[in-house]
């Protein structure tokens, strides 16, 4: 390794695809129960809970890692603290395992969910973000001393760069938009108005901006793209995104009691957020043609331009046509929403993750090569799945939001009767989806420790 920081990346890395790991398990067992209730020994919502918050926390590790990662190269110095790097990664590790245990025990045992200084010790029962309240506060100090150290790393060197500083600022505000999910409200409709604050700002808002970051830092280090070229696109797309996903925000307010006024900026603004992504596709694809260097890590620039075109396709085209008003009247908490939910997480966050991940290997193993031939093996088989479990939902969904919406059929009704068939595929496709991430974890552990010519 270049720099001793490279093994706290390494250490967030590992982590995060053995979490990603169980997300998919745990995915395939949700899947399954649809097709039958007890299936498990853990019930539909527990699962539920931790396949969702798996997603979250295994990406949350693998932005850590990139992000100590691309501090590090760009400052060209060793992180601030190493001590205290190695210290926000263990007790982050505990503090998620302490919660993955509560929620466990609480699908066993419901009543242990007790108050404790007046909030629940176990988990919160607020959707997507059910960590309780003691966890909610150890994660924010995580985050404070992860931005912290990057922070101080950039500063000690007085090298500053444009990739620096959106990765610092994505990374405070990512901070920041955690905080209206720590507390609630007694009033549903201002509970929930705060609540999509972490929901939608938190995702598309601050972790885009570190997204954008890590796209212009892999492809100059990948390509040996300009600096300056990619530094003003980048501000570009990054001021796209948050006019569009900030104001886009109003498209979770339609139903909750908010003013009529929401529909309009909702509307329009949700119908705007593809365009920073069109844009991101063409100049990464435009960008391409200015490489200064021959393209070694192959495998890195195919994962990191496959996530820009998945960006698109999911968080874009999925997510705005359903949107509008007057069609989300009639798909809002159907199951076409969770299709774009695995479709743009995928795209979005995990390819991204991964592309890093692949980005960063050779400085990890200490290699200038490693065998790819795997690594494009474990993409096929993950994307080829989740287009087929996004069809499957999507399926699901259009015929959900007519027989329930329009016809007037009840859920269970159409769940048994009408969609059995979309959960059976989703399962055998979740399972394609495992056998790519089995393929990638392997990849991981052995890339760059094997011989040249092997990679089966």
């Known amino acids: 390794m270049g720099y001793e920081s490279h093994k706290i990346a390494n250490n967030f890395f590992t982590s995060a695809i053995l979490l990603f790991l169980i997300q998919i398990v745990v995915g395939i067992i949700a899947a399954l129960q649809f097709v039958w209730p007890d299936f498990f020994i853990l019930n539909f919502n527990t699962i539920r809970t931790l396949h969702i918050n798996a997603l979250v926390v295994w990406l949350l590790l693998g932005f850590m890692g990139a992000s100590y990662y691309v501090i590090v190269e760009e400052s060209e110095t060793e992180l601030w603290s190493i001590p205290l790097a190695r210290f926000q990664f ?172 929401w529909l309009w900026i909702g509307g329009i603004f949700s119908a705007l957020e593809p365009v920073p992504l069109v844009l991101m596709v063409w100049d990464s694809f435009r960008t391409t043609k200015y490489a200064t260097k021959p393209v070694e890590n192959r495998v890195g620039l195919f994962y990191t331009i496959s996530h820009v075109v998945f960006n698109f396709v999911g968080a874009g085209l999925w997510g705005v046509f359903h949107t509008l008003p007057q069609i989300n009247k009639y798909t809002h908490g159907t199951q076409i929403t969770t299709a774009h939910g695995h479709i743009a997480f995928y795209g979005v966050y995990a390819l991204l993750v991964l592309a890093m991940i692949y980005i960063a290997l050779p400085t990890l193993r200490g290699v200038k090569q490693f065998n790819q031939s795997r690594g494009y093996v474990a993409f096929w088989w993950m994307t080829i799945s989740m287009i087929f479990i996004t069809f499957s939902l999507t399926g699901a969904g259009l015929v959900q939001s007519y027989l329930e919406r329009v016809m007037g059929l009840d859920y269970v009704t159409v769940k048994s009767a009408y969609n059995h068939y979309f959960w059976i595929f989703r399962a055998v496709f979740g399972v394609g989806f495992l056998v790519g991430v089995l393929i990638f974890v392997k990849d991981f552990f052995v890339a760059g420790k094997e011989p040249l010519a092997k990679a089966s």
């Open 90 to 261: 263990w007790a982050t590790i505990l503090t998620v395992g302490l919660v993955v245990i509560g929620y466990i025990i609480m699908g066993f045992y419901p009543q242990a969910n007790i108050t404790v200084f007046g909030t629940l010790l176990l988990n919160e029962g607020r959707e997507y973000i059910e960590a309780p309240r003691w966890a909610d506060i150890l994660i924010v100090v995580s985050v404070l001393l992860f931005l912290l150290n990057t922070t101080m790393t950039a500063w000690k060197t007085r090298k500053f760069t444009d990739v620096q500083g959106v990765l610092i600022a994505g990374n405070l505000f990512l901070a920041l938009m955690y905080l209206p999910g720590v507390f609630y409200t007694k009033n549903m409709i201002m509970d929930q108005f705060w609540w999509w604050w972490v929901i939608h700002l938190w995702v598309e808002g601050a972790w885009e901006l570190i997204a954008a970051a890590f796209l212009a830092f892999s492809l100059h280090k990948l390509l040996g793209a300009d600096r300056t070229m990619l530094a003003k696109w980048m501000y570009i797309e990054v001021g796209l995104v948050m006019f569009t996903g900030i104001l886009g925000l109003g498209h979770h307010y339609y139903w909750i009691g908010t003013p009529a006024y």
